[in-house]
């Protein structure tokens, strides 16, 4: 039986049923960070809503069927100016922002290499690297040198975009739009104005390696070639999905197509293109200039990964998304919902057909987290089944509380004590020392619950 799975293809502009070219190899490929500096909230949107999309390929398929690719810009203009500034070379710069960039999002339960990959088994999540590539951009550049549809000058390969007579298709811009955009970087080496660059001469200073095409002085890529090199080196010539945020769509993803194609003379570089929507903070554009720049450790300072997790997906991934406060207070409590209803449950062999269905229908999240708290107030089993397929409840309440608790530095030991002797007094009638006591414990950062049975609970605080 082929899975259910709907998608919205930006190429088509419709949503249609997901036919992977390969069921055994279903493949698809994000543009990942460019690593200069720490990735902001923004940032985390496609990384979160696409690790959902590989999670869910991999229920659909077999995990051993789905082969995901992000790449990792390590070359770029912002990179080299950081460096600079900082005084540091472009290796530890890029190493240190990556595995900056790893710790945020492990904590925003992203599934990682070593999560996928296993021993002795084909590896299905590559993270792979741009200057790790740079012999493949320069395979695919004389290709498209040698196919007419790239042409060097003064020390530049261009794309010679009037040779490609359906540039534009995914995009869907009009030329003069296109024309127009491309104007702000009119050079004289450019024979259309929509040109874009391959390869590039290095300047003083800048990483360089020796160029394609004979060209003598050492240069450096493009920022699109960099994709499609690395997309066909682990996915082929042509894979099933392309993802990114909406704002990559022009130019880069539009560029890649235009290189990949021209390149391998096929009809389609990816099958199905997602992209997913903006976010701004509290109804504003997130700016550096405003203030209200965020970055995923600021957030993840104040509030558990999941609940970051969980309020990334409350929107659908299309919708442009409210980052707010008042969000992350109610994620926070929906969790704590549905750990509560969890509790020690373990998950049921099978994930809850409500929960595939919704994420089937071009990851309808909302949808999706509507039938978990639906499931919330019924069946804990099937809660933990259809939560987990989404990233969500990997422990038990217990061990969700003693995190916290270790987390917050509380003192068992010191609580316990104080529960006790609050109990006394109030067995004693003292209630002056009762309520001394549980100040104490408020101090500590704990919250005491009375229950009907005469037992005390304690939970952290917050
Ligand atoms: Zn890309």
């Known amino acids: 039986m082929t899975p259910m799975l709907r998608l919205y293809n930006t190429l088509t502009r419709e949503k249609a049923a997901f036919a992977p070219i390969d069921p055994t190899n279903v493949r698809m490929y994000a543009c990942g960070p460019t690593v200069y500096d720490a990735a902001h909230i923004g940032n985390a949107r496609p990384i979160i809503v696409f690790d959902l999309l590989f999670r869910l390929l991999r229920h659909l398929y077999g995990p051993e069927h789905v082969t995901y690719a992000r790449n990792v810009t390590d070359v770029d203009d912002k990179i080299n100016a950081r460096a600079l500034e900082r005084g540091i070379t472009i290796r530890a710069l890029t190493d240190g922002t990556l595995a900056q960039f790893h710790k945020d999002i492990r904590d925003l339960g992203v599934l990682m290499a070593e999560d996928v990959n296993r021993a002795g088994a084909p590896v299905r999540f590559i993270e792979p690297r741009a200057t790790d590539h740079i012999g493949e951009m320069h395979r695919l550049i004389e290709g498209l040198v040698a196919a007419g549809h790239a042409y060097v000058a003064e020390g530049h390969v261009l794309f010679d975009v009037p040779s490609m007579p359906d540039y534009g298709a995914l995009s869907k811009r009009p030329l003069d739009e296109m024309e127009a955009g491309a104007r702000v970087e009119v050079a004289p080496y450019k024979r259309s104005p929509l040109d874009f660059v391959l ?264």
């Open 199 to 462: 390869w590039k001469p290095s300047k003083a200073g800048e990483p360089s390696w020796p160029s394609p095409c004979g060209i003598d002085a050492p240069g450096r890529p493009g920022w699109h070639i960099e994709c499609s090199a690395m997309s066909w080196k682990h996915l082929g010539k042509t894979f099933d999905i392309h993802a990114g945020g909406i704002d990559l769509i022009f130019p880069h993803h539009e560029n890649e197509v235009a290189q990949s194609r021209c390149c391998f003379g096929t009809d389609v570089m990816a099958n199905v293109w997602l992209h997913n929507g903006f976010l701004q903070v509290e109804g504003e554009k997130m700016s550096k200039s405003l203030g209200n720049f965020i970055t995923i450790r600021q957030v993840l300072d104040d509030w558990p990964g999941e609940v970051v997790r969980l309020n990334m997906l409350k929107t659908h991934y299309r919708q442009p998304i409210d980052w707010t406060l008042r969000g992350l207070e109610e994620s926070s409590r929906m969790l704590d919902r549905w750990y509560e209803a969890a509790g020690e449950a373990a998950p049921d062999a099978a994930v809850p057909g409500g929960v595939v269905e919704a994420l089937g229908d071009d990851l309808n999240t909302p949808a999706a987290i509507g039938e978990l708290h639906r499931l919330a107030g019924s069946d804990a089993g099937a809660l933990k089944a259809g939560a987990g397929l989404m990233g969500f409840l990997p422990t038990t309440k217990a061990q969700r509380e003693a995190e916290r608790v270790g987390a917050a530095g509380i003192d068992v030991a010191r609580v316990e004590a104080l529960i006790a002797e609050r109990k006394a007094a109030r067995a004693a009638k003292d209630w002056a020392a009762s309520d001394r006591v549980r100040d104490a414990l408020t101090a500590l950062g704990v919250s005491v619950k009375d229950n009907k049975d005469g037992t005390t609970t304690w939970t952290v605080a917050g």
